[in-house]
């Protein structure tokens, strides 16, 4: 036997080097599995990641969004669902802010907006929105400052409304001061205001259809908002409903009113709403002016935030309820904060800010000729032009003199050069010649967007009210009452 030599039988091999492999791998995977787990783990975020998610203790914000969680816009959104919403945030938005959203319909598709909650500061943060895809579409509404809650019966939030099937929206936002930020919800082809709750919106059946809204009884208007004879008339002893028209109160002769609940005559006064415009054509204006000459009221000029299809000159028929635009080839620049005075047939339209351009103001004096609805441009006489005040904001009425003759008195305004004018400049028809009044009496104080109103049987025109500089370089808005007698030129 030889006992210097080992011998290992063949399967004891086979055995051993398989156990010797089971135990390599064993430990491999642990390895394996400690190494990955510890790659692997990922820190969680201090805070919510409100528009993104968190990777390794970060928020990675999501397309648009930006900050520690991801809670401000900073950048560009596009939405193409059929509803939906867009906000800045759940907080304050960021100083220096510049978020767009464009809003995908298709074409000639009516979009909603309603703007919810609105609150940027005041003249420096703006939402501007347009009717389109760019920014060289037109421009429908531009919001700044506080909109307030709804109340019901009184609706402060008006929507917006593109017909493009398209809208951009685009906010941005100083580096001074920042507020609370908006939530705006929107609709393609939906019914205006949801029908205020008076009605049901009616679908057509292919995807252009418009939608309409089926009003309640005694309930009218495109957004069934308009209330129509109110506790039916009174009918029978007070009145009856009239159904085949605008849905008015016809009221018997001894009753009056809305809803023929005031007697005739009575003492009480009160509004009345015509619920007829003109198809297709943009009625929206401020800063605008209107007088009435036989049974028509002009209205003349105004601002708005889209002039390619503004129309300067509209009127109002008292009789028919009918608006009615004027077509007029050549004449003045567009323009608002101008004033307007009725002699005779002819409307006088003096000064105003001028929209094309550098926005001037202007000393500009057009007469309009309700009869033929022309323009025509006067200039003064050569050789009787005195010191004439380009302003906006101003009132006028055309008088008779002390020795009655026509002339015009221009009051206050504001001036680019000289600012708020306490001045009364006076235009005489007949020579065609401008003036400032030397006035005498109480210490005035001029501004702008006043009102005032002529009495004839006291030959005295009393101004109310307006913006006005005050002490320590502050402007604001005053009540003050003037009452200034044009034979006497006495305050």
Request: include cysteine; glycine fraction near 10%.
């Amino acid at each position: 036997m030889d006992f210097g030599r080992s011998r290992i039988s063949p399967r004891c091999f086979m055995g051993c080097r398989t156990h010797n492999v089971r135990t390599y791998l064993f430990t491999f995977m642990v390895f394996y599995l400690l190494v990955c787990t510890e790659g692997s783990y990922s820190k969680t975020c201090d805070k919510n990641c409100i528009y993104g998610r968190c990777v390794n203790g970060t928020c990675v914000c999501e397309q648009g969004w930006t900050g520690d969680q991801c809670q401000h816009c900073q950048g560009r959104f596009k939405l193409t669902e059929s509803s939906g919403s867009l906000t800045d945030g759940p907080v304050n938005y960021k100083y220096k802010t510049k978020c767009t959203w464009l809003i995908e319909g298709y074409p000639n598709a009516v979009l909603r907006l309603r703007f919810n909650h609105f609150a940027t500061e005041c003249s420096w943060d703006h939402m501007y929105v347009f009717d389109g895809d760019s920014i060289y579409a037109p421009l429908v509404a531009v919001f700044s400052g506080l909109v307030v809650p709804e109340t019901k019966g009184n609706e402060t939030i008006p929507e917006v409304v593109t017909t493009s099937g398209y809208a951009l929206l685009h906010f941005f936002s100083d580096a001074a001061y920042n507020l609370t930020g908006f939530n705006i919800f929107y609709s393609i082809n939906s019914c205006p205001n949801n029908c205020s709750g008076h009605g049901r919106c009616t679908t057509g059946n292919s995807i252009s259809s418009s939608v309409y809204c089926e009003c309640e009884r005694y309930w009218k208007g495109e957004a069934c908002d308009i209330r129509y004879c109110w506790d039916d008339c009174g009918s029978p002893d007070r009145g009856y409903c009239d159904l085949t028209g605008e849905k008015l109160c016809v009221c018997n002769d001894s009753w009056q009113g809305p809803d023929c609940s005031l007697k005739v005559p009575s003492a009480e006064s009160y509004w009345f709403l015509p619920n007829v415009k003109p198809d297709g054509q943009s009625l929206g204006r401020a800063s605008h002016k209107a007088v009435v000459h036989g049974k028509l009221m002009w209205v003349i000029g105004g601002f708005t935030f889209n002039y390619s299809s503004f129309q300067m000159v509209m009127n109002y028929n008292l009789e028919s309820s009918t608006w009615d635009v004027v077509p007029i080839n050549g004449g003045p620049l567009q323009r608002y904060g101008h004033s307007l005075a009725l002699h005779k047939d002819v409307i006088y339209m003096f000064g105003g800010k001028l929209e094309a351009g550098f926005g001037n103001v202007t000393d500009e004096l057009w007469l309009f000729d309700t009869h033929s609805r022309t323009w025509s441009l006067r200039t003064p006489s050569p050789g009787l032009q005195a010191q004439q005040f380009a302003v906006e904001g101003h009132t006028a009425h055309i008088v008779d003199n002390k020795n009655g003759e026509p002339i015009m008195v221009v009051l206050f305004g504001y001036s680019p050069i000289y600012s708020y004018l306490s001045h009364v400049q006076e235009y005489k028809i007949r020579t065609n010649s401008w003036s400032v009044a030397e006035t005498n009496g109480a210490l005035v104080q001029g501004g702008y967007g006043h009102s005032s109103i002529y009495d004839s049987s006291s030959h005295s025109i009393y101004v109310h009210g307006g913006y006005k500089a005050l002490p320590a370089s502050k402007h604001g808005l005053v009540d003050h009452l003037y009452r200034y007698q044009v034979h006497t030129h006495t305050w």
